[in-house]
């Protein structure tokens, strides 16, 4: 994809970088550092900045399921009001990841207009992928972290002290339970379905497009007797979950060619999305618009650039999931 190259921009056709022998392989993220109540070291030591409202901003994508997870987050811990937000336009042009006006990055940086800004902004002679989400340090100019897996853990605790919300995604006691759910949504899910729209071969394909469905039979078959993947209790497991099932029959049913079956074909995956859905105000973090445009103006996949109108859905519809116990959410 367009990235960078010792801090120079170079353009470049989405995930092009990301291919070997006909198959993707997401690049890692290169930012990890951790925000905490008090700048204490994080998780494995990690250099961490101190939890202050107004500081922070995370600069996203209403297209991209790694900046929803962030979204999701933000919404359900009550930090609208705490970290601010950019929103990049959906389609990812030659400059990458673009905002429709400049945005505000704090006092120790211009206005960027570009995504790629702010790693450079960073690090001068940074190369890789330029990437959302980014949690960004508005007061000294840097990013403090773009991997979504880290910033969602952050905001679960860092700004509880400041919130007063103690809503707990990652619950000690269900950790080992969330992190075999994580391994498997990742792995099959997650990027399962940008292995298979990504894929210049066709046992590329085969192999990734037939592991998500084995996926989505095993999750559907996991609920029809538990409400959520841990159980009762609904954790960050289910909403890194929720943001391809979101996606799936609006784009990467079609885009990616995941098409053996439709999330609507799925009787309790279809009911547990509609529910994930409804919870408080995740709706809001959700633009198919915005998904359907970003997907379908990847020219290599799609090179007439053609968006359907379709498909028609309603993730407001009624769900069952109240035949099954619940516990909501665990709190610290």
């Excluded at 297209?63 to 919404?75: D, E, G, Q, V």
């Excluded at 979504?148 to 007063?164: K, Q």
């Excluded at 379905?193 to 996926?215: I, L, M, N, P, W």
């Excluded at 409804?278 to 973090?285: E, F, G, I, N, S």
Aim: neutral net charge.
């Amino acid at each position: 994809m367009p990235a960078l190259v010792n801090g120079e921009w170079v353009k470049g056709d989405v995930a092009a970088s990301e291919m070997k022998g006909g198959a993707f392989h997401r690049e890692a993220t290169h930012f990890h550092n951790w925000i905490t109540p008090d700048g204490a070291p994080g998780p494995s030591r990690q250099p961490s900045f101190p939890a202050e409202p107004g500081r922070y901003q995370l600069f996203v994508s209403y297209l991209c399921p790694w900046a929803s997870r962030t979204l999701i987050f933000r919404t359900l811990k009550g930090l609208r009001d705490i970290i601010r937000i950019s929103i990049a336009e959906p389609a990812i042009g030659e400059n990458g990841w673009t905002f429709a006006e400049p945005q505000d990055a704090g006092p120790e940086a211009p206005p960027i207009r570009y995504l790629h800004q702010l790693y450079t902004a960073s690090q001068p002679n940074y190369t890789g992928k330029v990437s959302v989400p980014v949690l960004w340090d508005r007061r000294e100019g840097r990013i403090v972290n773009n991997e979504s897996a880290d910033i969602i853990r952050i905001l679960n605790t860092a700004f509880n002290h400041i919130t007063g919300d103690h809503q707990d995604f990652y619950p000690e006691h269900l950790r080992p339970e969330i992190d075999g759910w994580n391994e498997l949504i990742y792995n099959n899910v997650n990027n399962g379905v940008y292995r298979a729209g990504f894929a210049k071969s066709q046992a590329a394909y085969d192999e990734a497009a037939s592991g998500v469905f084995r996926a989505f039979n095993r999750i559907e078959a996991h609920l029809a007797d538990h409400r959520y993947l841990a159980g009762p209790y609904i954790t960050e497991a289910d909403w890194r979950l929720f943001v391809t099932l979101v996606r799936f029959d609006a784009a990467y049913h079609g885009v990616f060619k995941c098409n053996i079956r439709r999330m609507a074909d799925y009787h309790n995956l279809s009911n547990y999305l509609r529910e994930l859905y409804q919870w408080q105000d995740v709706r809001a973090t959700v633009k198919i618009d915005h998904i359907k445009a970003g997907y379908y103006s990847i020219a290599h996949i799609n090179p007439t650039l053609i968006v359907p109108l379709g498909p028609d859905q309603n993730f407001d519809a009624p769900h069952d999931r109240e035949r099954l116990l619940a516990k909501g959410i665990f709190k610290s």
